[in-house]
């Protein structure tokens, strides 16, 4: 008989999102009527169309697919050479780091990679993980069996969990032990919290300092709208020999159903090999993207090039102004309802306080029984979480409206 990777079998209940899910649909089928209402406002889903300047690119390519004279069968397993200089180009040599086309790798999402980087990671290393957090950096870990089991806060050995609470901005501070790889994620997901130049500053000291590596997740920086706050990790002088970064076009370019992301691997990254001997990420993870995939469809990286255009820019950026403008009226309409509120400004999450002593499953129940509005509760990303709740502004216009004059009656 087969046998299991039993490590799955440590996994604290569901996925977050499937659990939301399933708990929407009960109260959907048993209130058909409340269900016409509901409001979603939970995951963090795009809800606007494509830019027209994707569409066309994306028509373009498939129309080139349709004849043989411009017909594409495998592409290079890091992605379009061209996308990949677009990118190297507009979003880091123009802001003063030297990145190069080589060191970035199209994916179909920086979901993905930042569970597949733990391919060429080793099981012996030490992890940090905020709390809360994206729950994809913990799960992933317990996957590969780089953790024990999980005690009754949810939390697994073998962890260091960096508190991310309202008294340190929901930024956390390196910890004091030595620890081999850092989780952080800016704009964070889901407090909404930013990280200033000072704050990143010294987690790249602490890497260089215990020879760790950051595992950056910036799949929100194009929501940064404060010119001092950085975009990326590699800001930092000396990121580039301690950090990897994940980028997406999910929520700039609304590709959350299209699927399309990159890596940034700098070739001066360095780990240990079992002898102690130092050898470049940079090879391994090539190797690994050679071996196990053919990178992202050609008329999907397309339509992620023509972000580069000037068009696309221009649409990309009306979009992040909707969804800003939805994260406004969201965050105003909480506090005008006498809760206490954080994120909403350089990231499209608002992150609130529960009302009367709730846990953050009790005001979820709240929220869509009395509300029929969806949210995320808190203690989903972490025990840290407790007390809060998580709303997404990524949803229309009429939606947040009126999902900010149901949020108002809870004063």
């Known amino acids: 008989m087969a046998f299991l990777n039993d490590n799955y079998l440590k996994l604290q209940a569901g996925y977050l999102f499937p659990e939301i899910a399933r708990r929407v649909r009960e109260f959907c089928e048993a209130n ?62 123009d802001r003063g780091v030297d990145i190069g086309a080589e060191e970035i790798f199209i994916s179909e999402g920086s979901k993905s990679d930042c569970g597949y980087i733990l391919d060429v990671l080793g099981a012996q290393n030490k992890i940090a993980i905020p709390d809360p957090v994206y729950p994809v950096y913990v799960d992933t870990n317990v996957m590969a069996g780089h ?37 952080l994620c800016f704009p964070n997901n889901p407090t909404g919290a930013v990280a200033t130049l000072a704050q990143l500053t010294r987690w790249v000291d ?40 994940f980028r997406s076009f999910s929520k700039n370019g609304g590709f959350t159903g299209v699927r399309c992301g990159f890596t940034v691997m700098p070739k001066n990254l360095h780990a240990r090999a079992g002898d102690a001997e130092k050898l470049p990420l940079h090879k391994l993870w090539h190797r690994r993207w050679s071996t196990k995939a053919n990178s992202v469809s050609y008329p999907v990286q397309r339509g992620a090039e023509a972000i580069y255009s000037a068009e696309g820019r221009e649409q990309v950026r009306r979009l992040i102004d909707h969804y800003m403008g939805n994260a406004r009226i969201l965050r105003e309409a909480a506090e005008r309802a006498g809760l206490t509120v954080y994120g909403g400004v350089n990231a499209p999450y608002i992150w609130v306080e529960t009302k009367l002593g709730l846990t953050s499953w009790q005001m979820f129940d709240k929220m869509l029984q009395e509300l029929n509005v969806v949210i995320t509760p808190g203690s989903g990303f972490g025990s840290c979480g407790e007390g809060f709740f998580r709303i997404s502004a990524f949803n229309s216009r009429e939606n947040v409206e009126e999902a900010a004059r149901r949020l108002e009656s809870l004063a």
Request: glycine share 8%; charged share 25%; hydrophobic share 35%.
């Open 32 to 93: 058909p009527d409340a269900a016409q209402r509901l409001i979603r406002c939970g995951i963090g889903d795009v809800t606007e169309p494509l830019p027209p300047a994707v569409i066309a690119a994306m028509h373009r390519a498939v129309d080139e697919l349709s004849v043989r004279e411009t017909f594409r069968g495998y592409g290079h397993e890091q992605g379009l050479e061209s996308l990949r200089e677009k990118i190297a180009q507009q979003d880091y040599r």
């Open 147 to 183: 953790t024990g089991r999980a005690d009754e806060a949810g939390r697994y050995e073998g962890i260091t969990y960096l508190p991310c609470r309202a008294e340190n901005g929901f930024v956390p501070e390196p910890p004091a032990k030595p620890v081999d790889i850092i989780y």
């Open 206 to 245: 602490y890497a260089r300092e215990h020879e760790a590596i950051l595992l950056f997740d910036a799949a929100y920086e194009a929501y940064i709208s404060d010119a001092a706050i950085p975009r990326s990790i590699y800001q930092i002088p000396g990121a580039l020999e301690c950090a990897v970064e």
